[in-house]
């Protein structure tokens, strides 16, 4: 039991920062299709950037990236915590009450990653670490 609490003690940070990137890099990706048409345009989607979706679009590519370096970590995080809660009560929860069913579950999980993120901070692998030597 002693060699598992030491390996988990030993790789957790590293792991949390290999969260912290895969996730940075599928949730950036949700603003380079609203932002970029990249990877592929979202058929009839037209996006104004001063509109809700025009600042979630923002925040998706931009807190993204931020994320993705580790900078601003805990911040940026809870904000995309946020947004992520947001997206979900606005444009999933009225189709039904079930996850399941209202294709909402990728935003639940987005919300509860970024808020992990927000009080655990980035890991070693990241920019606050390095500038400021903060996880």
């Not at 940026?76 to 009225?94: C, D, K, R």
């Amino acid at each position: 039991m002693a060699d598992l609490k030491t390996f988990v003690s030993k790789w957790s940070p590293t792991v949390r920062s290999i969260l912290r990137i895969v996730i940075a890099l599928l949730f950036m990706e949700h603003g380079t299709q609203k932002l970029f048409e990249f990877p592929v345009a979202i058929p009839g989607f037209t996006l104004s950037l001063f509109s809700l979706l025009g600042l979630a679009a923002v925040l998706e590519f931009f807190g993204g990236v931020l994320i993705l370096v580790g900078l601003f970590t805990r911040p940026v995080a809870f904000i995309l915590s946020g947004e992520m809660a947001t997206a979900y009560f606005m444009a999933h929860a009225p189709k039904s009450f079930w996850p399941a069913v209202n294709h909402g579950e990728l935003a639940i999980i987005y919300c509860f990653v970024f808020l992990f993120l927000a009080f655990a901070g980035g890991g070693p692998w990241s920019l606050d670490r390095a500038l400021r030597r903060v996880d």
